[in-house]
């Protein structure tokens, strides 16, 4: 399965993508594309794929961009590679992409579930970019405008989750992607197995 999850910067989508893949280690993270550049301790191939805008270009060109979109600036998408190597893995893939990219995946990958992060408030918000120190006031201030036009398109997703309290936004994304891994078209070859025994004992004859 694909889950895609998107938020407005500052949200807090990083940290609790890294608390649910704690809780869920079967669940594999994408690693994106970027022509920024690497953050604090951030490491290549890790992070991101840190690409340059060429570079980046040449794989759009390619059609080896499952989606991509420009953000604040910066190119960022993922790669067909990606969802390659999860499905050879048997894994499931999680995608922390902006809602461009989201609105590809939903178009591209059927079936894929779409999770929105919303923050409490747009005072929260602000403050969580402010406190993070990683962009000066004109970064915010951009990142926050982005931020407003971008919840608006919560309703496109399949679910929202309010990021008020950690623990509870961790228990209810976990809770989705449980649920979303028992829908019965994904559960149909296991029924096909266990409606089969039935059969065996019908013919039988008990």
Known sequence: MVFVVSGPSGCGKSTLIGLVRRELPDLRFSVSH????????ERD????????????????????MI???????????????????????????LLDIDVQGAAQVRAKVPGATSIFILPPSFGILAERL????????????????????????????DYAVVNDDLGRCIEAVESI?????????LMASVAARIIDTFRKQEDAGE
């Open 177 to 185: 992607i449980r649920a979303s891994r028992c829908r019965t078209r």
């Open 130 to 157: 402010r406190q993070r120190g990683l962009d000066d006031d004109a970064d915010v201030g951009r990142r926050l405008r982005a931020a407003r036009r971008e919840m608006e398109a919560f309703v496109e997703y």
């Open 45 to 64: 191939g890790v992070a991101y794929h840190f690409v340059s805008r060429p570079a980046f270009e040449g794989l759009v060109a390619e059609g080896r």
């Open 67 to 93: 989606e991509w979109a420009e953000v604040h600036g910066q190119l960022k998408g993922t790669s067909h590679a990606e969802l390659d190597r999860a499905s050879e893995a048997g894994a499931d893939l």
């Open 34 to 41: 970027t022509t920024r550049q690497p953050r604090g301790t």
